[in-house]
């Protein structure tokens, strides 16, 4: 979830991170570091990711964890 966003695979989450930057070179780079997935049933598991941003306008590098 990103801003009350939830998304619903890489692609869902992909396409809104590119829609909130409309201009190429202020899109920064994201890095997942940490992925922990967890079997819940069979049939179901929940995926937690901790992920690093990087903009190209900052030095600094943000990290983006579950809550």
């Known amino acids: ?18 829609n909130g930057y409309p201009y190429r ?3 920064g780079f994201i890095q ?8 819940l049933k069979p049939e179901l598991a929940l995926a937690l990711a901790w992920w690093s941003v990087s903009l190209p306008s900052s030095k600094q590098t943000m990290w983006i964890t579950p809550p």
């Not at 997942?32 to 079997?39: E, S, W």
Request: aromatic content about 10%.
């Open 25 to 27: 070179n202020s899109t």
């Open 32 to 39: 997942p570091k940490r992925i922990r997935v967890q079997l």
């Open 1 to 18: 979830m990103v801003d009350s966003e939830q998304f619903n695979g890489w692609q869902q989450l992909h396409d809104s991170y590119l």
